[in-house]
């Protein structure tokens, strides 16, 4: 099949290894690289000019990059929290710079968020610079800001007519066992090795095998998803969203007015009214 894959890092030398390594696998024949840095707007706005520049159409983003432990906390060049900016806000200034690509696909335009089912938000502090900080809680602000969002996108094209997006959180059964494990304290590596040991922890390879056929399944499946949390249970796909903020319209389309104010960028704001419909 005439596909290409678009990795997507902040390393170009490690964007090159992935490369090489994937040119040696059952991979696609086309591999191109995207190197940006979504701790820094600017890099996502260069990005977006990139991506449009090399592609008419798009048939899936999966939504993965994001930042895990940090031993403090350091506001962004952007002056934001970087858990916050990372796991959510460039997301979703890249999203929906991309969602018009998407929805010419002729296998149905899909945009999968890595979103656990944890976390909460401090409305009056969501950059956490007056809150006592930890990285636990700053990751959830992340992923709560981010099912928000796939939420919020599922309702605007239930909304209209036309070509149309899918959109839905998923959260991988089990912890993956990644190279973020080794940059976190000792204490914490030890636990988490005793917790693989006793099955909590899932190779890179095996969670490939768990999201590969999301990417490759029917329209008409991946639509049945959309704006929904889900995970595998003992083989059955099942609902998990519980937290009231991401089940609270009105909540979502408060998390929506901020990010495009914090994005303050005129062509993130006209691909949200035109989604709108305003």
């Known amino acids: 099949k005439d596909v290409e894959l678009v990795i997507h890092g902040r390393s170009e ?9 994937l040119a040696g696998l059952s991979a696609p024949e086309r591999i191109s690289t995207l190197c940006c840095d979504l701790s820094r707007l600017s890099d996502v706005r260069t990005a977006i000019n990139e991506l449009r ?11 993965n990059a994001g930042l895990g432990y940090a031993p403090r906390h350091e506001l962004t060049a952007d002056g934001l929290d970087p858990h916050f900016q990372v796991n959510y806000l460039s997301h979703f200034m890249l999203i929906l710079n991309l969602l018009d690509l998407l929805e010419g696909s002729k296998h149905g335009g899909r945009v999968i968020f890595n979103a656990p089912g944890f976390g909460e938000l401090n409305w009056d502090d969501l950059q956490l610079k007056q809150a006592k900080w930890n990285t636990e809680f700053a990751v959830g602000q992340g992923m709560v800001a981010k099912r928000m969002f796939a939420t ?4 605007l094209y239930a909304a209209r007519s036309g070509p149309s997006v899918s959109t839905y959180s998923f ?3 089990k912890t993956v066992w990644s190279n973020q494990l080794t940059i976190i304290p000792a204490g914490m590596r030890a636990m988490a090795t005793v917790m693989k040991w006793f ?14 056929p999301l990417f490759l399944e029917s329209r008409e499946a991946c639509a049945k998803k959309s704006g929904r949390l889900v995970t595998f249970k003992k083989g059955e796909l099942r609902d998990c969203e519980k937290n009231p903020m991401v089940l609270d319209a009105e909540q979502r389309t408060r998390m929506w007015k901020l990010s495009l104010e914090l994005c303050n960028d005129e062509r993130t704001t006209r691909a949200a009214e035109r989604l709108a419909g305003s």
């Open 152 to 155: 919020r996108l599922h309702e």
């Open 199 to 212: 099955g909590q922890f899932i190779s890179i390879e095996a969670c490939g095998e768990i999201m590969a």
């Open 171 to 173: 959260e991988i059964p």
């Open 13 to 21: 030398p490690l964007l090159r290894a992935v490369t090489a390594e």
């Open 53 to 63: 520049a090399r592609h008419t159409g798009l048939d899936a983003v999966f939504v």
